[in-house]
């Protein structure tokens, strides 16, 4: 017997909640249920992260989260508690697995295009970290943190998730034409980790690219990995494929906690009906159950969806019109009804079941993700963003006047594009400057070289933040301006 926490969730959670726990009681499924208070309801009672001290010391101690959707209150400054879980527990991969459900008519379904592709999103970096500045009164900044160590987990991840599917194909979607460091550092990532699996086919895609071949072609497909934000969004593309968020598992995967849950709304115009749909939350629970190494409860539960799937069985939000939609209960009991039938599609095998001992880690500190040091780190110079509603010659005197033999000011930027000692008049401003002011001497600066820098420009500009000019050995560790 195993026991995971389960968080109901808000809206519809409760409703789709009990109904999934009663199919998998109906098989005999080995698990032990702690529920724990999380969701909007827990912010309401003033808890800030969506969820009571109790609810975490619980999940820390089980390893495995159970939960239903939730929804996090508007207009109050607080981040999701979905994202907050996510985060906090360091489950760091986000496997998403799209397949042709029969009986759930598609386009693709309709043209005989039968889909099974999983995507495997970065799930604690990117632009997730919410770490946003108001530099003026115009702009408006987000920084984007993509680490070695976080890329290396999902990707490292990836690979072996594919090598035990025994897919052919593993596929990294990037944007590192655009974004040469951050999604360019992705990529890297992702080559190196591919020389230790030569028997799959690894290469790249430009995600707006795989948008377009998602849609056209999904089949060619087997694998895909991405970095959080492009990972969000195609995910989200690749539910639309198979019939929407309500037919779409999600399974977060960390190295000592675990999450499975619906991605779907917590649907608060038809909640308290029982009219809801609970596949995502079953499909979810499968995936949770094959985690913990209950494959035949898992196979037998899934043929009995499939096979109802098949048979025209249908909430209210899918499936043939002419025919009656059951309620949530009633959908649980059919497929509970089925159990032991083998659908015509894709049956799962019957595997035999390897429980899985859950490991309950007491830490004693913050693991600290490192990656082997590299040649030593030389400060070349600084970028300088600052506030000024001048034009750039005029911004130029003025920055000319505080370099020293220590400093030569290179380029100034707007908003990425060089406009500054070249530039063009019909690039559009705003109010915030970069001023790129790199050493020049080749033995590099210190950073109290650049604290007395930032001393002389604040004396003629508001200073809105600085970034430190990095070479590794030979490698630039900063991009260059548009035009520059």
Avoid at 215 to 224: G, H, L, N, Y
Avoid at 411 to 420: A, E, L, Y
């Amino acid at each position: 017997m195993t026991k995971i926490a389960v968080a109901k969730g808000d809206g519809i959670g409760p409703e789709i909640m009990k109904a999934v726990i009663e199919i998998f009681n109906a098989a005999n499924v080995p698990l032990e249920y702690e529920y724990v208070d999380m969701g909007k309801w827990v912010f309401d009672k003033g808890y800030s992260n969506g969820m009571t001290p109790e609810a975490q010391e619980t999940i820390e101690s089980l390893g495995i989260l159970f939960k239903g959707p939730m929804e996090t209150p508007k207009g109050k400054g607080v981040k999701s508690v979905n994202v907050t879980a996510r985060k906090t527990w360091n489950t760091y991969a986000n496997k998403r697995v799209f397949q042709t459900l029969h009986g759930v008519d598609t386009v693709f379904s309709k043209a005989g295009i039968p889909i099974d592709l999983t995507i495997v999103r970065e799930n604690i970096e990117d632009t997730y970290g919410g770490i946003e500045h108001m530099l003026t009164q115009d702009v408006a900044l987000a920084r984007r943190f993509i680490t070695r160590p976080g890329s290396l987990q999902v990707i490292k991840y990836a690979f072996e998730m594919a090598k035990k599917k025994g897919t052919k194909r593993i596929t990294c979607g990037h944007k590192a034409n655009i974004m040469k460091i951050t999604d360019g550092l992705f990529l890297e990532v992702f080559y190196e980790v591919a020389k230790d699996y030569p028997e799959l086919q690894a290469d790249d895609v430009i995600v707006d690219d795989l948008c377009m071949k998602l849609v056209t072609r999904p089949d060619i497909f087997d694998v895909v990995v991405l970095t959080n934000l492009q990972g969000d969004i195609v995910s989200d593309l690749c539910a639309g494929l198979v019939g929407g968020l309500g037919f779409a598992p999600s399974a977060n995967i960390g190295d000592h906690i675990s999450i499975f849950e619906a991605v779907h709304g917590t649907a608060p115009d038809i909640t308290g009906k029982n009219i809801a749909n609970p596949t995502a939350l079953l499909l979810s629970g499968l995936a949770m159950l094959r985690h913990l190494g209950y494959m035949r409860s898992a196979s037998m539960i899934e043929n009995a969806l499939q096979y109802t799937l098949e048979q025209g069985v249908r909430t209210g939000d899918f499936g043939d019109r002419s025919k009656p939609a059951l309620n949530t209960t009633d959908f649980a009991q059919a497929i509970i009804k089925n159990f032991n039938q083998l659908p015509a599609h894709n049956p799962r095998p019957m595997l035999e079941d390897k429980p899985v001992t859950q490991t309950v880690f007491k830490l004693e500190k913050n693991p600290m993700l490192l990656s082997n040091e590299e040649e030593y780190e030389k400060i070349v110079g600084v970028d300088i963003f600052l506030e000024c509603e001048e034009q750039p010659m005029a911004l130029a005197d003025k920055a000319l006047k505080h370099t020293t033999d220590l400093f030569k000011l290179v380029t100034i930027s707007n908003r990425g594009t060089q406009v500054w000692p070249k530039g063009s008049v019909f690039t559009n401003l705003v109010n915030q400057y970069r001023c790129r002011f790199e050493s020049v001497a080749e033995t590099g600066l210190t950073q109290i070289d650049i604290l007395e820098l930032y001393k002389r420009m604040a004396g003629d500009f508001k200073i809105c933040s600085t970034e430190l000019l990095n070479m590794v050995g030979d490698k630039r560790m900063y991009s260059l301006a548009q035009g520059q």
